[in-house]
C-alpha cells in the first residue's frame, strides 16, 4: 500500500502536490491513503500512524517548513520499517537531489521538478519489478550509487495532469483549499522558485471552472490561487472572477495578482463583486529602482498606487500587500522609503518578509555579489548583505514583530491613525522605530503578552513622547479596546471614567431602549462607556459635539460595531 504524505505548516493548510499524485494513484488503481499532519504534531506521534498502516511506499511532499521535521520521521521511519521504499519530491529536494540522497541514506528516490508524470512512470515500474533507469525527473539509487536520471521537460499541455479535485471532493473542515489555474511565472524575479522556469502554461478554463464548481458544491470556506502572477492575462483573469462571482454559496477566493495589470473593464467589474468575494495579495517588495532591476521584476509603481487607490474606494475587496527586506541594493534608507509608501497605500494587512535564499534561485547562486550571509538551514532567510547589517535585520524583525501586533491585528485602528497623524505625520517607519527601540528597552522583544497588555505598553510608549496629549492617546485607546474586546474590562491603567450613579443610569437607558426594541439586549449585545472629551470627533467617526463634562457612547456589537451619542 502507498501512503502519500506531508507536514503542513498549520492546521488551516493543505496540500496541492499531494491531489495531484492521488490523482495519479486512482489513474493507475494503486491503494493508497493521503495522510496530512502539521509541523506542531510530535514527530513520534506522525511516525506512528504511518507505521500502522505498514505501507510497502511512502512519499512524502518536502518544503523549507517541513524538511527538518520530515526528515526524523524519515529516519525513525527506515529503522522500525525496514523494507518500505521511501520517496520524497517537492522544492526542497528537488534541486540537489544527489547530495540530499548521500547526505540521507535512508531515503530511496527523489522526484524531482514537476512529479506528476515521473511519479506515474515510477509507480508502475515499481508494481512491474522493473528497473527506474529510464524515468526521467527521478533520482535514485543502483546499489550503493546514486543515480541522476536526465530532467523531465515540462508539461505543456498541462490538462494531461490529473485532476485534483473534482473526482474526490475536498472536506469543507474549515481549511484552506490550494488550486492553480497556471505553472510558472512572466517576471522571473530572481527570489523566486518560479523564476527556475521560463514562461507560463494555463490549464483550460473547462477544467477550472469544473474544479472550482466542484469545491464550491463541497461547502469549501477559502480556496487560495497560488499562481505567482495569476492576472498576467489579463482578460483570462477577469473572465475566471467572473465565473466565480456568478457562483452561489459563501467560498472566498484569495489571489496574488500584478496590481498594476489591472485595466479599467477589470475594476468596473470588481465595483460589482460582493464584499468578502475576493482578497488580493500583491508583491510590492521594494520601491527602490536598483533594487527592482537587480532581482528582474518589472511593475509600474504609479499605476499600481492608482489602481489600489480605486479598489479602496470600493471597499469590497481585502488587500494585503508584501515587501521584502535584504534585497540587493536596499539600505536601510531605502528600506523605510519603501515601508513608508507601501504603508501610505493604507493596506489591510502588510507584511514585512525577509529575504529566503532558496535552493535553486538566481539570487542564492549569485550570492556571493552581495556578500549574503544567510541562515544554512530552511528557511535559508538573509543574515546580513552589503547594504543591511545583521543588527540593522535584527531590528528590523522587531519592528515586523510590532506591525503584526498593532497594524494588523486591527484591534488599534484609530489610535494608530491618529498618531500616524500627529506624531509622526509623513513616517510611519519612524513610529515602529521608536516603539522598537521602547520594546527593546524594556525588554520585551521575544515575550508572550495577553492582548490587553498591548494596549498599556502603547499607552506607556505614547505618553513617554515629547509633545504629545497622553489623555488623547489614551481615550482613543479606550476606544480600540472597547470595539475590539466586547466582553474585558479596559485595563486599570488606561484610568476609565465614570459618571455618578454610572451603573443606574446605564441599566435604565437599556430597559428602556430594550421595551421601545424588543430583543435589543440579545441582539445587539450593547455597552456603555464614558468619555471625558469629544471621542468620535477625535476618532473621525462623526462632526465635532457641543462641548459637554462627558461624552457617553453606546457601542452596539452586530455584524459591525456601531457607535452613537447618547444621554443617560
Known amino acids: 500500500m502507498l501512503i502519500l504524505t506531508t507536514l503542513n505548516s498549520q492546521y488551516v493548510h493543505t496540500n496541492l502536490a499531494l491531489k495531484y499524485l492521488r490523482g495519479v494513484a486512482l489513474k493507475l488503481g494503486e491503494p493508497f491513503v493521503l495522510m496530512e499532519f502539521t509541523i506542531n504534531e510530535s514527530p513520534d506521534e506522525i511516525l506512528w500512524r504511518i507505521f500502522q498502516h505498514r505501507p510497502e511506499m511512502v512519499a512524502f511532499s518536502c518544503y523549507i517548513w517541513n524538511i527538518q521535521d520530515t526528515v526524523k520521521v524519515m529516519k525513525n521511519l527506515r529503522k522500525v520499517w525496514p523494507e518500505v521504499l521511501?520517496?520524497?519530491?517537492?522544492?526542497?529536494?528537488?534541486?540537489?537531489?544527489?547530495?540530499?540522497?548521500?547526505?540521507?541514506?535512508?531515503?530511496?528516490?527523489?522526484?524531482?521538478?514537476?512529479?506528476?508524470?515521473?511519479?506515474?512512470?515510477?509507480?508502475?515500474?515499481?508494481?512491474?519489478?522493473?528497473?527506474?533507469?529510464?524515468?526521467?525527473?527521478?533520482?535514485?539509487?543502483?546499489?550503493?550509487?546514486?543515480?541522476?536520471?536526465?530532467?523531465?521537460?515540462?508539461?505543456?499541455?498541462?490538462?494531461?495532469?490529473?485532476?485534483?479535485?473534482?473526482?474526490?471532493?475536498?472536506?469543507?473542515?474549515?481549511?484552506?483549499?490550494?488550486?492553480?489555474?497556471?505553472?510558472?511565472?512572466?517576471?522571473?524575479?530572481?527570489?523566486?522558485?518560479?523564476?527556475?522556469?521560463?514562461?507560463?502554461?494555463?490549464?483550460?478554463?473547462?477544467?477550472?471552472?469544473?474544479?472550482?464548481?466542484?469545491?464550491?458544491?463541497?461547502?469549501?470556506?477559502?480556496?487560495?490561487?497560488?499562481?505567482?502572477?495569476?492576472?498576467?492575462?489579463?482578460?483570462?483573469?477577469?473572465?475566471?472572477?467572473?465565473?466565480?462571482?456568478?457562483?452561489?454559496?459563501?467560498t472566498c477566493f484569495h489571489f496574488e495578482i500584478m496590481a498594476d495589470l489591472l485595466d479599467e473593464e477589470t475594476l468596473k467589474f470588481l465595483a460589482t463583486v460582493k464584499p468578502g468575494l475576493f482578497q488580493f495579495e500583491i508583491g510590492v517588495q521594494s520601491t527602490n529602482s536598483e533594487t527592482l532591476s537587480?532581482?528582474?521584476?518589472?511593475?509600474?509603481?504609479?499605476?499600481?498606487?492608482?489602481?489600489?487607490?480605486?479598489?479602496?474606494?470600493?471597499?469590497?475587496?481585502?488587500?494585503?500587500?508584501?515587501?521584502?527586506?535584504?534585497?540587493?541594493?536596499?539600505?536601510?534608507?531605502?528600506?523605510?522609503?519603501?515601508?513608508?509608501?507601501?504603508?501610505?497605500?493604507?493596506?489591510?494587512?502588510?507584511?514585512?518578509?525577509?529575504?529566503?535564499?532558496?535552493?535553486?534561485?538566481?539570487?542564492?547562486?549569485?550570492?556571493?555579489?552581495?556578500?549574503?550571509?544567510?541562515?544554512?538551514?530552511?528557511?535559508?532567510?538573509?543574515?546580513?548583505?552589503?547594504?543591511?547589517s545583521f543588527g540593522e535585520i535584527s531590528f528590523l524583525k522587531v519592528v515586523e514583530d510590532l506591525l503584526q501586533k498593532y497594524y494588523n491585528s486591527r484591534v488599534f485602528s484609530f489610535t494608530l491613525k491618529y498618531c500616524e497623524a500627529t506624531v509622526f505625520p509623513g513616517n510611519p517607519f519612524g513610529f515602529y522605530q521608536s516603539l522598537a527601540d521602547y520594546w527593546i528597552r524594556k525588554d520585551l522583544v521575544g515575550r508572550s503578552l495577553k492582548r490587553e497588555r498591548l494596549y498599556i505598553f502603547l499607552f506607556q510608549f505614547l505618553s513617554g513622547l515629547e509633545g504629545t496629549n497622553s489623555n488623547e492617546f489614551r481615550q482613543l485607546l479606550i476606544l480600540d479596546f472597547v470595539i475590539n474586546n466586547r466582553n474585558l474590562n479596559i485595563p486599570t491603567e488606561l484610568e476609565r471614567m465614570q459618571i455618578e450613579k454610572q451603573g443606574t443610569r446605564i441599566k435604565g437607558f437599556l430597559a428602556d431602549r430594550e421595551r421601545k426594541m424588543p430583543g435589543f439586549r440579545n441582539r445587539y449585545r450593547p455597552r456603555i462607556e464614558v468619555f471625558p472629551l469629544d471621542i468620535l470627533a477625535l476618532a473621525g467617526i462623526s462632526l465635532q459635539e457641543k462641548e459637554s463634562p462627558y461624552y457617553l457612547v453606546l457601542f452596539t456589537y452586530d455584524e459591525d460595531v456601531k457607535l452613537e451619542y447618547i444621554n443617560l
Open 86 to 250: 521511501m520517496v520524497v519530491g517537492g522544492p526542497e529536494v528537488s534541486y540537489d537531489s544527489q547530495s540530499f540522497l548521500d547526505e540521507h541514506p535512508y531515503v530511496d528516490l527523489v522526484v524531482r521538478g514537476e512529479g506528476e508524470k515521473t511519479f506515474e512512470e515510477l509507480l508502475t515500474a515499481w508494481r512491474a519489478g522493473s528497473s527506474m533507469e529510464g524515468i526521467a525527473g527521478l533520482t535514485w539509487r543502483r546499489d550503493r550509487e546514486i543515480i541522476m536520471n536526465p530532467d523531465r521537460p515540462v508539461f505543456e499541455n498541462l490538462d494531461l495532469i490529473p485532476l485534483a479535485y473534482g473526482t474526490e471532493n475536498p472536506a469543507a473542515d474549515g481549511r484552506i483549499v490550494y488550486y492553480e489555474t497556471s505553472r510558472g511565472c512572466p517576471f522571473n524575479c530572481s527570489y523566486c522558485l518560479s523564476s527556475t522556469l521560463r514562461g507560463v502554461r494555463f490549464f483550460t478554463d473547462e477544467r477550472i471552472k469544473h474544479e472550482i464548481k466542484a469545491m464550491v458544491t463541497a461547502g469549501v470556506g477559502q480556496v487560495k490561487f497560488v499562481d505567482r502572477s495569476f492576472n498576467c492575462r489579463p482578460e483570462r483573469a477577469l473572465e475566471i472572477m467572473r465565473f466565480l462571482a456568478e457562483l452561489p454559496g459563501q
Open 294 to 388: 537587480k532581482i528582474n521584476r518589472r511593475q509600474d509603481l504609479r499605476r499600481l498606487a492608482e489602481n489600489l487607490r480605486v479598489l479602496q474606494r470600493i471597499g469590497n475587496i481585502r488587500i494585503h500587500l508584501d515587501l521584502i527586506a535584504g534585497l540587493p541594493e536596499e539600505n536601510m534608507d531605502s528600506l523605510v522609503k519603501s515601508f513608508n509608501w507601501t504603508y501610505g497605500l493604507k493596506p489591510d494587512y502588510l507584511q514585512l518578509g525577509f529575504l529566503k535564499l532558496l535552493k535553486g534561485t538566481a539570487i542564492r547562486q549569485q550570492s556571493e555579489q552581495g556578500d549574503y550571509l544567510f541562515k544554512d538551514y530552511p528557511p535559508y532567510e538573509v543574515l546580513s548583505n552589503r547594504w543591511l
